[in-house]
């Protein structure tokens, strides 16, 4: 299961499979990359956060309640564009000498919106700054390897997303990430666990009983997205990409019905990036002229 998900990410022969830890769901996963990030930095006392301002309740309610522990001495949200995509430069500019980490989403569950995850990610290498991102909601969508996600330090994977069952998910930790740049190993890591405390699973990283049945449907999943390529060794993302073309395929007719059915394009406005490129392609959020969302689902 571990080089399945290696193989999505389309992670180097030689990245080790203890790259990868599973975990019980999306939450856990950001929750466990912000406090690896914090509890690397001990020699950081003032330690600033930066992230956008359309993460998921995983990201955005886990860095506030830091804050009020007085864990995280502040954080900085980059707001998005009215097409819901931040700018690299913005997350890059709000970088500051006590940045622990830059965490920013692949794609926006609500809009679709892409996020420039490659060219923040490089940034940060190059000044040898944690980043993470979350790529639950992009997964099984589009390709999601670390090199066209600019070889990030922590990646969040979630099972449901591609098919696996619910309460199963991992998260990448990139091999020596958590040593480089003065960083240190936390005292708990290999023995007992970073969030969760216990007993010595996952390494003694992630501490409670592994749900292996779950873990190998997730594995299953991620290898029906793909197809090994006899001539490269490599994998190729087959299933996914036919998954992509009908998903696009059918957001394309669900926009159009609605437009046509509602009267016109005045009454109707698609919400997120109007590029293809930039959003997923799954996902469409509209708006309707006069009708408050509050009321249309009640």
């Known amino acids: 299961a571990r080089q399945s998900l290696l193989n999505v990410l389309g992670a180097s022969e030689t990245e080790p499979k203890e790259s990868i830890w599973f975990t019980g769901c999306g939450t856990e996963s950001d929750n466990l990359a912000i406090h690896l990030a914090l509890q690397s930095t001990p020699h950081q006392k003032k330690k600033h956060i930066v992230t956008s301002n359309v993460e998921h309740p995983a990201i955005e309610a886990c860095l506030r309640a830091l804050?009020?522990?007085?864990?995280?001495?502040?954080?900085?949200?980059?707001p998005v564009g009215t097409d819901g995509r931040v700018e690299a430069k913005d997350m890059c500019h709000a970088i500051r000498e006590n940045?622990?980490?830059?965490?920013?989403?692949?794609?926006?569950?609500?809009?679709?919106?892409?996020?420039?995850?490659?060219a923040v990610a490089q940034h940060c290498r190059a000044k040898g700054i944690l980043f993470h991102t979350d790529a639950a909601q992009a997964m099984g969508k589009i390709p999601i390897t670390l090199s066209s996600m600019g070889y990030p330090d922590m990646v969040t994977l979630v099972g449901h997303k591609i098919g696996a069952p619910k309460g199963v998910a991992a998260l990448y930790v990139r091999?020596?990430?958590?040593?480089?740049?003065?960083?240190?190993?936390?005292?708990?890591?290999?023995?007992?666990?970073?969030?969760?405390i216990g007993g010595g699973q996952e390494g003694g990283r992630r501490a409670g009983t592994e749900n292996v049945p779950y873990i190998v449907?997730?594995?299953?999943?991620?290898?029906?997205?793909?197809?090994?390529?006899?001539?490269?060794?490599?994998v190729v993302m087959v299933q996914l990409e036919a998954n992509a073309a009908h998903m696009e395929a059918m957001r394309r007719r669900l926009l159009q019905n609605l437009t046509?059915?509602?009267?016109?394009?005045?009454?109707?406005?698609?919400?997120?990036?109007?590029?293809?490129?930039?959003?997923?392609?799954?996902?469409?959020s509209v708006g309707l002229r006069n009708v408050h969302s509050g009321q249309l689902l009640a």
């Not at 522990?69 to 949200?77: A, F, H, I, N, R």
């Not at 794609?107 to 420039?116: F, R, T």
């Not at 091999?175 to 969760?196: F, V």
């Open 67 to 78: 804050q009020e522990q007085g864990l995280v001495d502040e954080v900085t949200y980059v």
């Open 99 to 118: 940045t622990v980490l830059v965490t920013l989403m692949l794609a926006n569950n609500e809009s679709g919106a892409l996020q420039p995850v490659q």
């Open 175 to 196: 091999q020596d990430c958590l040593t480089e740049h003065h960083r240190t190993l936390p005292p708990s890591y290999g023995n007992g666990g970073i969030l969760l």
């Open 217 to 234: 449907g997730m594995g299953r999943a991620a290898e029906l997205l793909g197809t090994k390529n006899t001539d490269s060794g490599g």
């Open 260 to 284: 046509s059915q509602l009267g016109g394009s005045h009454q109707v406005k698609p919400n997120g990036p109007s590029d293809p490129a930039h959003r997923l392609p799954n996902t469409l």
